[in-house]
Structures are given as C-alpha cells and as structure tokens.
C-alpha cells in the first residue's frame, strides 16, 4: 500500500510539473542578460504622394508584442496566427543550452539569425499579409503570421 501512495504522489508531482511548462505566456521574458537581436527594418515609404493624399501609417490598434517560444523541438503558435500591423513578435531559444537555432524568414523579412540558448529575435511587421518562418534542420518549428 505505501509503494501505492508513492506512486501516485510522484505521477502528481511530476503531471503538475509538466503542465507548468506547458502554460503560455504572451509577455516577453525580460532578463537584461539574454542578447537581443532586433531585426525590424526602418519603414521607409518611397511611393509619391499626391499632393492632397493623406497618408495613415498608423498601426489600426495598438501595438502588441508576442512570444513565441522555441522548445522541445516545436514552435508553440495558434494556427492562424493572426496580429496586426505595427505588433512585435519576439522569439525565444529555449531549447538546449547547448544547441543553436537559426530562424529563417521564408520572405525575406531578415537575414538568417542563429540564436543560442535564450537568446531572442524580436521583429516588427509593419505590412500587412502572410509571412512564413521556419528553423533550419527542425520540420516542427515552423509557422505562418498574418498581419492584418
């Protein structure tokens, strides 16, 4: 009967530790130890204006930031995954402290950024439409934002 108890003790204990790290978190961590690499181009708009047009380059709402967090071999991300322009989307490594990742932008939004554990990649889309990432070697880390 006590190996019973046991048992199940130790199931509780380790189910409970399993989904706490499965709890999402649309906050970026903020550790002024961990690199962060910003990727987000400086807008530069070199349509003519008319000369009565009125320009809006204001984001519809305000802008949010987003993590994705990189562990486990997978990318944890609603499918769709929507925002809006002007929204920040942040990368994390988390998966091994001995394991790098280099994120692509399958739209040349940046240039391939390897980041090592905990290091970030933050990036601001400010165009609407469909862009897709994924991480070189990992099949299961990948997605697709819309920016609205």
């Known amino acids: 009967m006590k190996i019973k108890t046991i048992i199940i003790l130790l199931i509780l204990m380790l189910t409970s530790v399993f989904f706490a790290g499965c709890v999402g978190n649309d906050e970026p961590i903020i550790d002024e130890n961990i690199p962060v690499i910003d990727e987000t181009p400086e807008e530069v708009d070199e349509t003519p204006i008319e000369e009565n047009e009125v320009v809006d380059n204001t984001p519809a709402v305000d802008p949010k930031t987003y993590t994705i967090r990189m562990e486990y ?76």
Not at 93 to 103: A, E, M, W
């Open 73 to 148: 071999y997978i990318v944890q991300i609603p499918k769709p995954f929507e925002i809006n322009r002007g929204d920040t989307i942040v990368w994390n490594n988390f998966q091994d402290p001995k394991r790098y990742l280099t994120i692509v932008s399958e739209d040349g939004l940046w240039e391939n950024t390897t980041l090592g554990y905990r290091q970030t990649l933050v990036y601001t889309f400010n165009n609407s439409g469909t862009y897709n990432f994924s991480v070189i070697g990992q099949p299961r880390m990948s997605g697709s934002i819309i920016v609205k």
